[in-house]
């Protein structure tokens, strides 16, 4: 099995800091909150949301009800802030793998 050199070592050691990964694992529980499964399997909540947004959408834009508009527009907003929050989210975490990946020893990159 091949081995990182000692040069190699100490580059990762000085240019990652393992606590970022717990770091991911709290980003990776926030995203879980939003789009985990309810009690007795229960869709998540956003899945709801989204299919309300849909049936308040079809009465104010296919059936000219504008008195659903300001629900329609509101819960529009939540949801987009829920996502933005998620990609925020999904983005630390890509950062933390990608600064680790970034540091993957040539010595390891080769077959025996």
């Known amino acids: ?19 970022n990964l717990l770091a ?9 909150g939003i789009l ?5 399997w229960e869709p ?6 989204l299919l309300n947004l849909h049936q308040l959408a079809m009465d104010v834009v296919n ?7 300001q629900e329609m527009f509101d819960l529009a907003t ?3 802030m829920e996502v933005f929050g998620l990609i ?3 983005e630390g975490i ?8 970034a540091l993957y020893p040539e010595s390891l990159s080769y077959e025996d």
């Open 94 to 101: 890509q950062r933390v793998l990608t600064t680790l990946t």
């Open 1 to 19: 099995m091949p081995q990182m050199t000692d040069e190699e070592w100490q580059n990762l050691y000085e240019n990652f800091e393992t606590t």
């Open 24 to 32: 991911a694992v709290d980003l990776l529980d926030e995203a879980r």
């Open 78 to 80: 939540d949801l987009d």
């Open 36 to 40: 985990g499964d309810g009690p007795g």
């Open 63 to 69: 059936q000219g009800d504008t008195t659903r508009a």
């Open 88 to 90: 925020e989210a999904l």
């Open 44 to 49: 998540p909540e956003m899945r709801t949301n």
